[in-house]
């Protein structure tokens, strides 16, 4: 029996999660270090960053074509899509969260908590109640090469942007919060901390909280911690896996933290995210390149498909 290499059980589980007859495809390889995937399904078309380039890509769904979305981009991070199909952008340059609206106007939605600016805000979720969700490490003001080098005016914690439009610290115990995403049914936030980068010994793992009523979290224990690099960027599928970058590739653990099994990419990869019609592609952002594997499994999305009752109802006659 043939067994491709791209793949590795960890758990039998796995098994079910994967086509072994799907292969990883490189996209596009022109990058220096891609970050922040983001698909926006009634264009069918992906969104990244490439830092250092200080850029935001855009894979063509439809013909494969790369082009420039913006540049300069504020150095921007990550990227998630809002309920309005709106682009919600960290940016390290800036040290802010944005928004593009329909015009194409970008919105500084926030830069500042209690009179200090940002560090630089890495990586965003947006539930489904509107409420914007977002990490700020110093990874963008630590250096020239991602950002600009900076003071940093406070420590690195995490925030939600209430549906009021009031900001909210919700996290403030991480050495580099980064990453950050709801399970589907939203009753948990994981958070990845990847203090490892600058403390030997430092955190490399995935933390999950209980959300609560009114955005605050509790607990906060540890869920998964890896075993190779750094969990940096992360989502979810339809049941639950987790889907995390790792060192060595996109690591899969199911919702009671068993690892499943890992995809090997031959590169660092930095983040991930579901896209295409059928969401069941996983587009991966790995150093200088984008890859794409399709799965046997849908990414979790709050967006779009989960429209609430009153906008199904069907129109009735008298
Ligand atoms: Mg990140």
Known sequence: MHHPDWFIVDDSRFRSLILP???LER???EG???????YFAAGRYLLWSDIPNDRILRFDDNDDHVSVFRQPAGFSNGHSVDREGRLISCEHGTRSVTRTEHNGRITTLAEAFDGC???SPNDVTVKSDGSIWFTDPSYGIDSDYEGGLRDSEMGCHVYCLRPDGRLIRVADDFEKPNSLAFSPDESWLYVSDTGATHRDGGPRHIRRFRVEEDHRLSGGEVFAISDCGLFDGFRFDIAGNLWTSAGDGV?????????LGRIAVPETVANVCFGGPARNRLFICASTSLYAIFLDTRGH???GEAVSPSAVRTPTTR
């Open 251 to 259: 690591h899969c653990y199911a919702p009671d933290g068993t690892r």
């Open 32 to 38: 220096r270090w891609c970050e922040g995937p983001a």
């Open 117 to 119: 600016r940002f560090n």
């Open 21 to 23: 007859n799907a292969r």
């Open 301 to 303: 999305h709050v967006l």
């Open 27 to 29: 996209l596009w390889s």
